[in-house]
Structures are given as structure tokens and as C-alpha cells.
């Protein structure tokens, strides 16, 4: 102790396990909801988010502050504290539904929940 202060020094010893292979598209929610969203599924385990422009939903939401680096970076931060992990999932926004569907592996599972036009 030097001064009153003690200096801490962290050096991992092991990596930490990957994230689950987790991807999760959403249509881009009003601000509040996407807050909420992003914080809980960070904490329950996933690799990325991707956000889509809504085609039923208020396209103004996309234009909000809480859609920008800073923020999804914050709230990814938040989620990962809360599942005390120290790994952080991709984040972004994709031009289309399309678009962020052909960024999935191909061989991978994919479930589709639409509470519009669901047929199965």
C-alpha cells in the first residue's frame, strides 16, 4: 500500500467458455422495450443481436439515440454484468431480415416467431 492505495493487477489465468451460439434477429422496438430486451437476452446467454428495420412497427424507433454504438455497448455491458460473464455478443443492424439471416450459418437450427402472420 502505497499512500493509502492499493494497486490491483488482473491476469487471467484461463479464457472464459464462448459464448452460446445464440443468434437473436429482431424487428427494431420502441426504445424503452429494446432496452429491456437487449439487457436479458445478453444475460441469459447469446452470441449476437441483430436488429431489423420493423415492417408492422413505427419505423421512427430505428431513428432513436438508444440505437446508437454507445448505447447497444452500454446495455450489452449491463446484461454481461448480470450473467457475470466478461464476454460481450456482437451487436448491429442489418438492412433487412434477409440480410441477417444470410450472416447465420447454414447448417444451423433457426425458429421464427411472428405473433402476425404465424402459421406453424
Known amino acids: 500500500a502505497e499512500n493509502g492505495q492499493v494497486r490491483v493487477r488482473f491476469r487471467p ?30 444475460t441469459l446467454g447469446l452470441s449476437a ?3 431489423i428495420p ?14 446508437s454504438p454507445d448505447n447497444l455497448r452500454r446495455l450489452l455491458i449491463e446484461g454481461a454484468a448480470q450473467a457475470f460473464d466478461t464476454l460481450l455478443p456482437h451487436i ?6 434477409a440480410d441477417a439471416i444470410s450472416s447465420l450459418s447454414p447448417d444451423c437450427q433457426r425458429l421464427a416467431l411472428d405473433n402476425y402472420e404465424h402459421t406453424a
Open 13 to 42: 489465468t484461463d479464457m472464459p467458455p464462448p459464448l452460446p451460439p445464440i443468434t437473436l434477429i429482431c424487428g427494431q422496438l420502441r426504445p424503452v422495450h429494446m432496452q429491456r430486451l437487449v439487457r436479458d437476452a445478453v
Open 49 to 51: 443481436i441483430w436488429f
Open 54 to 67: 420493423p415492417q408492422k412497427g413505427e419505423a421512427a424507433y430505428a431513428k432513436s439515440d438508444l440505437y
Open 92 to 97: 448491429g443492424i442489418s438492412a433487412s431480415l
